[in-house]
Structures are given as structure tokens and as C-alpha cells.
């Protein structure tokens, strides 16, 4: 996977891919990372790449020119590439969205700052605006390095343990189970005696319960969406948790309809 980002704070980029696995990934090729700066394509001589907006208002917004330049600049594109630009007004970005945007072979990250972009920059070469959350950065930089990272860890080879990926939170629409390491007791607390047991079968099933109740507590949203297989509604009548499920998911329906 080809990542390039533009910016005009290209040294933001130095530390973050220096650490950990993704300093791993790019050392061995998995992923390759350009960091362009937009300011070396500004047209003027004072290398401007903000104006006042067009109609007064607050604030600068980003020159179209110095940003087509930028990605031009980047020559020849294969066809599975994307342009994306970051920004509070985009649509969210999840675990749906790193996984769809992981089957690219380069992904264009704009970093906006400012008020925004001018938007015929954007009609013409962003293909889509994503923003990390309901709140506003100081630009998209931030938000750039978090998609990198998401989707990074999803392409193959790239985590220690090809395993992890699909077990994280949300992979299946659900949170993670808790996690437990040694000692067995801590101030008093012992980890849950199944854990210990050599029972596959029965930490998977603590485990998926786990998963549900940590979801139904804090992010019963997730629920609306997830497709329980026989066996898991099974272990869920079992465990009391099915009527609480149901339960919130009719409400959910009956709340969407009426706003709908
Ligand atoms: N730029 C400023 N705020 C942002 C956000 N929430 N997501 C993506 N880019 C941003």
C-alpha cells in the first residue's frame, strides 16, 4: 500500500512513522509513505497556500492551485487509488472504512487546515472526505496519521500475529472482551478462573458474552447492526442477555422510524 500525504506541516509526519509497527511496516516494504509539501507548489512568491475567502467570513481557505500542483506532482496513479481529504465535515471514519480502504493500492490523504479547502479543488480531485470524529482538529494531519495507522495494521504481514486483526473491537461489530495477563491474583483481584481452565470452547463462549455485555453497556449503537449466528443467540439466551438485546434493537428501530 502507497500512502501519500499532503501538507504543508510535512515535519508533523517524522516521529509517528518511526515507532512501533509502523516503523516495522515501512522497513519492510509493506507500506511505503510519501509526506509532499503543498507549499513548495505555491504559485506566488510569498508561497501562499491560504487566501481570504471569497464573500468575507472568518479565517483562510487553501488555494486550489498550490494542492493540484501538489498531486499532479505525484505522477502517474495506479487504477485502485484514491484521493481523500481530511476534514471535520467528512463522514466518519471507522472500522467499516479502514477495512473497505484497505483493498487500495494508494491512498491521497489531504490534510486541510484552515476553513477548508476552495471547493472546486474539491469537486474536481477529492473522491472523499472523511473526518475522525465529531470534533474539530487544528488540521488534518492528526486525522491523516490515525486512518494510517487503522488501516496499516489490516494489510497483510503488517501485525506481529496475523491473527489479531480480526478479532479487534469492532471487526465484528462488537467490543473486545477483556483482557487478563499474570499474576493470576492482583491486590486481591483474581483473572476469571475459565481463563485458566485449557477450555477453548468455554473461553471462547466467556469471552463472546463478555464482548456483548462490554457493547451493550457502552456502545449499544453497535448492535443495531450485528447478525448473531444460532449458536451465538444460543449462548446468549443462556446468559440472559438475548431479551436485552432485542429489547434495545426494537427501541432503536421504533427511535430511527419516528425520526425518520
Ligand atoms: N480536520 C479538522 N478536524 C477534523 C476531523 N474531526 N476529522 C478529520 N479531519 C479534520
Known amino acids: 500500500m502507497i500512502f501519500d500525504i499532503l501538507t504543508i506541516f510535512p515535519e508533523f509526519f517524522a516521529s509517528p512513522l518511526q515507532e512501533g509497527v509502523i516503523r516495522r511496516a515501512l522497513m519492510e516494504g509493506k507500506i511505503k509513505v510519501g ?3 503543498i ?3 505555491a504559485v506566488d512568491r510569498h508561497q501562499m497556500t491560504d487566501d481570504r475567502p471569497f464573500g468575507g467570513g472568518e479565517g483562510m481557505v487553501m488555494k486550489p492551485e498550490p494542492l493540484a500542483a501538489c498531486l ?4 502517474n496513479r495506479p487504477a485502485a487509488s484514491r484521493v481523500i481529504l481530511l476534514s471535520p465535515k467528512g463522514e466518519r471514519f471507522n472500522q467499516q472504512a479502514a477495512q473497505r480502504l484497505a483493498e487500495f493500492e494508494q491512498l491521497i490523504f489531504i490534510c486541510g ?3 477548508g479547502v476552495d471547493e472546486r479543488f474539491r469537486d474536481k480531485y477529492v473522491d ?3 473526518s ?3 470534533y474539530v482538529l487544528t488540521g488534518g494531519e492528526l486525522a491523516a496519521l490515525v486512518a494510517l495507522d487503522a488501516i496499516s495494521r489490516l494489510l497483510p504481514g503488517v501485525l506481529g500475529c496475523e491473527h489479531s486483526a480480526p478479532n479487534d473491537s469492532f471487526s465484528c461489530g462488537l467490543l473486545k472482551h477483556k483482557q487478563y495477563t499474570r499474576p493470576r ?10 481463563l485458566l481452565s485449557g477450555d477453548h470452547a468455554a473461553i471462547a463462549r466467556h469471552r463472546f458474552v463478555e464482548s456483548v455485555e462490554l457493547t451493550l453497556e457502552r456502545r449499544p449503537d453497535l448492535l443495531h447492526d450485528v447478525q448473531f449466528t444460532p449458536d451465538e443467540r444460543k449462548i ?4 440472559g442477555l438475548l431479551g436485552r438485546i432485542e429489547t434495545l434493537v426494537n427501541s432503536q428501530r421504533n427511535d430511527s422510524r419516528h425520526e425518520g
Open 39 to 41: 507549499r513548495a507548489f
Open 35 to 37: 509526506v509532499h509539501n
Open 72 to 75: 499532479k506532482a505525484l505522477g
Open 236 to 239: 446468549l439466551r443462556k446468559s
Open 132 to 134: 475522525i470524529g465529531d
Open 185 to 194: 491474583v492482583f491486590e486481591g483481584t483474581a483473572a476469571p478462573e475459565v
Open 113 to 115: 487546515r484552515y476553513e
Open 128 to 130: 472523499e472526505e472523511l
